[in-house]
């Protein structure tokens, strides 16, 4: 059984199996303004996914400095995420002890890229690009596991090795915070394989823990959604902190909801703001394209429906592809 007490996400990284890991592609700037390109090409890199004012953020950041090893061999790019990020991030940019890059990602454009969906969130990343795994959380096992993910990334175990590394020890959660993260991570994976009732149950035992937790609580928010419960979720919804989660994907969800109550002239305002500063559009516009279907709005509704497919990974390689060979064929475009 692969140790829980850091919340290890590996739904999305394929450690064996035919199953291709994701290819993450990001650059932006630094609050210093230099350019951060991820992944370097050259080395492992190291992205920790924090907030401001979060007390489990630090100590993930002083686990990470703790275990990754000379400069050059890794590197590690800091990512403060929340409308109100750039203030904590220029202050641990002057942190000399840091000497990460640190971005301000005010509009979750870099969580929603790596599907960073709980703060703090540490993603190793090859050199080429390929994701290795997710630690969220910062428990007593952080610094073992991604020891054993940076070997894994430089090419020094095989999936097979990694795998023993993260079975060959037990580690004692310590804390409801982390226990409430590691019903989140179960639950995620029960959703991806539409096991929602069951994803519901993990849910339920995570929000015992942590009430006020709006990683659980968003989540909680799309089960219901699936179960066909639309009024519980706008109730759930109603209870989430404003900081705890992207603005953006409140309103997805806030869309999806009075969608499924037919409240359609709230969801059109809604999901027009959605798909607004929004790093994966593509639901908010599919819901948009429901919406004025509804409303016999035909061309908005073909348009809404062809953002949609565009900004799906599919619709992105379709349009590079096609431009590749000289057919015109319009590029996913944000509004």
Known sequence: MICTGVAIALGAFSLGGEEKPPTVEWSARDVRGAEVRIPDGKRPTVVVFVLGDQPQSQQALEQVKSTVGAPGDVQVVVVVSGKDAEGPAKKLA??????????????????????????????????????????????????????????????????????????????????????????????????????????????????????????LQLAMVEVLLSLGEASGAMEMLERVDEKGGPGWRMKVLRGQALVAMGKWEDAEGVLSQAVQLNPDPSEAYYELGRVYEHGQKWQQAADAYRRAFEMTGVGRKLAAGMRGVGTSTRPATRP
């Open 94 to 215: 002057e942190d000399a002890k840091l000497g990460w890059p640190v971005i301000a990602d005010m509009d979750y454009t870099g969580s929603g890229k790596l599907g960073v969906h709980v703060w703090p969130t540490t993603v190793v990343i090859r050199s080429d690009g390929q994701g290795v795994g997710h630690l969220a959380g910062a428990a007593k096992g952080f610094a073992k596991d991604l020891e054993g993910y940076l070997a894994f990334a430089a090419g020094k175990i095989d999936a097979a090795a990694l795998q023993r590394r993260l079975e060959s020890h037990d580690t004692v959660i310590d804390s409801p915070g982390q226990m409430a993260e590691r019903h989140l991570v179960v639950a995620r994976r029960l959703l991806e394989k539409d096991l929602a009732e069951q994803a519901r149950l993990e849910l339920e035992r995570g929000l015992k823990l942590q009430p006020e937790h709006a990683g």
